[in-house]
């Protein structure tokens, strides 16, 4: 097979560009592609994104990263858009999502229209998978890796705290940098996670396969949340893998220093769930 290459576009998003990276060997034929969902704080280029990206490209895959218009994070990777991170919602996200799955179907994004879509996402870009599925029939196949199984992330004195507040600021603890977070992402929230935003909801009437992956030494996202979560799951489209003793990363880091065993696993067993369901 070709080496891969990658090109770069932007698209036009809730709170400004929507920046995307694509990976394929070909680029003029009909082939089943990947859109590669980040989380809370992260960006197309996060740690394993642009990893496992690559070799999904080596295998045959369109690969999709990209950074949604509210992540904060420019061209750079760094996080110089403080204003759009803290306007972000769940919402505005998802319409993003919307968006570059359009713009992939339609062919603008320098590769064929594809023959079957498949989503992969971390942590928070694991509970958008599920939520775009449900609102997306052209999805073919589902993974989350350590997804939330909720939108709902705060307690009721958190937010009423955050309500007289307007706006928190939250520790970046890599960067150690606070990055800003209106109230109107908690209105978002409050509004619909009982609706489009309810995870929960959206995992009972999947129509797609979904492979759930999550470390049982999870520290960010509780395993004990993927198992409630898995518990709305229909057994017949539903695998779970969970990666005894990894962590909310699989044991790697950002910025990017190898890989580890566990995240071999999720790896190669994402791939094996997306070639089989995806053509």
């Given amino acids: ?55 999904l490209a080596r295998s045959g895959f369109v690969a999709i990263t990209a950074s949604v218009s509210g992540s904060g994070v420019d061209s750079a990777g760094d996080f110089t858009l403080l204003e759009r991170f803290a306007s972000n919602t769940y919402s505005k996200e998802l319409d993003d999502l919307g968006v570059v799955i359009a713009a992939l179907q339609q062919g603008r994004l320098g590769v064929a229209p594809p023959s079957s879509i498949g989503l992969v996402g971390h942590s928070r870009g694991g509970g958008m998978a599920l939520l775009l599925a449900r609102e997306t029939p052209a999805v073919g196949a589902v993974v989350s890796w350590s997804a939330i199984g909720q939108v709902r992330r705060h307690s009721d004195e958190e937010l009423a705290v955050w309500k007289e507040h307007g706006t928190i600021k939250i520790l970046h603890q890599r960067l150690r940098i606070h990055l800003p977070l209106h109230y109107t992402v908690v209105e978002d929230c409050l509004a619909h996670e009982h609706g489009r935003l309810s995870i929960p909801e959206a995992v009972r009437t999947l129509a797609q396969p979904w492979l759930q992956v999550h470390g049982t030494a999870d520290g960010t996202v509780p395993v ?8 709305h799951a229909q057994e017949a489209l539903t695998q779970q893998l969970l990666v005894e003793g990894a962590d909310h990363t699989f044991g790697t880091a950002h910025p990017w220093k190898g890989t580890s065993e566990a995240m071999d696993e999720v790896f190669n067993a994402t791939t094996r769930f997306l070639s089989r369901h995806l053509e």
């Fill in 1 to 55: 097979m070709a080496t891969p290459t990658r090109t770069s576009h932007t698209l036009p998003g809730a709170l400004g560009e929507i920046l995307v990276d694509v990976r394929a060997a070909s680029r003029d034929l009909a082939q089943p592609a990947v859109l590669l969902l980040h989380g809370f704080k992260g960006f197309k280029d996060y740690a394993f994104l642009p990893v496992y990206a690559e070799q």
């Fill in 224 to 231: 004990d949340e993927a198992r409630t979560l898995a518990m």
